[in-house]
């Protein structure tokens, strides 16, 4: 009777999850088995709030696990160790994962596949949360894209509507003790600062599969415009789940699809719209896997030049704590320290003021960022930041600066976003809401911090220092 070892990573649950599948089908046995291993990521093991997703992430497989009277082995440090041990323990004759695309991730798991399949030990790799491999699309000279629309272009007539993979019946699991407690890998904060991210998240392969049918039913009807808009449910909310697998891109484009078709042409929502942000999450991917660098460097050189402001770590607590003195900002880095999440337009505005504004060096953004999103994700965390600062693929000209007044203005025109997160302003006029420092009175009065920076002058020193970079 032989068995195969499937090994979670960023593929936590059980349905479309081809490398169970595969086991599963060729295997009379399949022994589920997570390997904590923060030292293997590169210099980029999960922040705090991805430490909390992951301790529920787990949590939720474990229980999904024990529903197919089975459990989650989980073992702790160097993988190649744990899964010799686990390989000798239960007398496993093949390991098969889903593939992680960072290059720590490939390079890891080209060692191990390389050293167990010398031991005769049978390794097989799958596509699990991709809808295209970074390698299997390229330029017609054959390079990778550097650039979003042709690299949409070509893979949106490849996205079929494949059905996804059911959870395998009967799901036969090989039995092994020794396996530690979840707890053990001290992943939740030892200082309780979670309940904003208690309230507003459920992890896991359920959570996901709540999440997408809220999506479905609602927003999806008005995403074009409703994106936009972060006081609403606008968005799909779909990111963390996707970056720990509890749901594929193959999944939410088949029921969503489905969904289409069960509406009157009257009600048919933007799939189209959600479908082209999804395409950005593959983008992000096939430039990470092609430009390897990119996290700790510009992928425009020509931006080495740039003379950043030296590091304000004054400033960079203000920007963090949501202290700026303007609104829009500091209500999305509250937004985010509570939740762990923040509405997408904001975090361009954000990070444009952190860049632009205060011009302190992109990778301070994402490394605070890295920390504090529950979605921190290294392929989409490094285009967004590069993006931003102007120095990435595709990017945004540096001289494209977002004024944070103005933003605030067109996209929360009721003032509903900046009012939930900035509490001291709940009371202020309309006028003075997107402005309050215009009234010295309702600062003193509120406590809301004056501009730590005029808006317009830093605009212009940005513009002057990336003319000079020129």
Request: with cysteine; charged share 20%.
């Amino acid at each position: 009777m032989t068995t195969a070892i499937v090994w979670f990573r960023r593929d936590l649950r059980l349905a479309d999850h081809p490398a169970l599948h595969a086991a599963a089908s060729s295997h009379e046995r399949v022994l589920p088995l997570y390997i904590h291993a923060p030292g293997e990521e590169g210099g980029w093991a999960a922040g705090a709030a991805g430490r909390w997703w992951l301790h529920h992430s787990l949590s939720s497989l474990r229980a999904a696990w024990r529903k197919h009277r089975a459990d989650l082995y989980i073992g702790s440090g160097e993988s190649l160790s744990v899964l010799r041990e686990t390989i000798h323990r239960s007398g496993a004759t093949a390991v098969y994962w889903n593939r992680l695309y960072e290059p720590a991730s490939i390079a890891r798991d080209s060692h191990i596949k390389k050293v167990l399949r010398a031991e005769g030990i049978e390794v097989r790799s799958f596509n699990a949360a991709l809808w295209c491999e970074p390698w299997d699309i390229a330029t017609q000279q054959g390079q990778p894209y550097r650039v979003f629309t042709p690299f949409w272009r070509n893979l949106r007539p490849q996205l079929t509507l494949e059905t996804p993979l059911p959870v395998p019946t009967p799901l036969r699991v090989a039995d092994m003790s020794g396996s530690l407690p979840i707890e053990a890998l001290d992943l939740l904060p030892h200082i309780a600062w979670d309940a904003g991210m208690r309230e507003a998240w459920t992890p896991g392969e359920a959570g996901a599969q709540s999440m997408l049918e809220l999506f479905a039913d609602d927003a999806l009807n008005d995403y074009a415009n409703g994106r936009d808009i972060p006081s609403r449910h606008g968005t799909s909310r779909l990111s963390p789940h996707l970056h720990f697998g509890e749901i594929s891109p193959r999944q939410i484009h088949h029921a969503l699809h489905l969904g289409t078709q069960r509406r009157d042409l009257k009600r048919r929502p933007d799939l189209e719209p959600y479908l082209r942000q999804l395409g950005w999450r593959e983008f992000a991917h096939h430039l990470l896997y092609h430009f390897p660098n990119t996290p700790k460097e510009n992928f425009n050189a020509g931006f080495d030049r740039f003379v950043w402001a030296k590091a304000n770590q004054t400033q960079l607590r203000r920007w963090q704590q949501g202290r700026t003195g303007i609104p829009l900002v500091d209500a999305g880095m509250r937004e985010l320290w509570h939740t762990g999440w923040m509405h997408n337009r904001v975090r361009m505005i954000a990070a444009s003021f952190l860049t632009k504004n205060l011009r302190q060096h992109w990778q301070h953004g994402a490394r605070w960022f890295w920390d504090t999103l529950v979605d921190a994700d290294l392929a989409n965390n490094t285009m967004g930041w590069q993006w931003v600062a102007g120095s990435g693929a595709d990017a945004a000209p540096y001289f494209r600066v977002f004024n944070p007044v103005t933003q605030a203005r067109k996209f929360d025109p009721t003032g509903a976003y900046l009012r939930r997160w900035l509490p001291e302003l709940a009371e202020a006029s309309d006028k003075l809401l997107y402005e309050p420092w215009t009234d010295p009175g309702l600062l003193k009065r509120t406590g809301y911090p004056a501009p730590m920076i005029d808006l317009s002058a830093s605009r212009q020193n940005a513009l002057s220092a990336y003319h000079a970079m020129r």
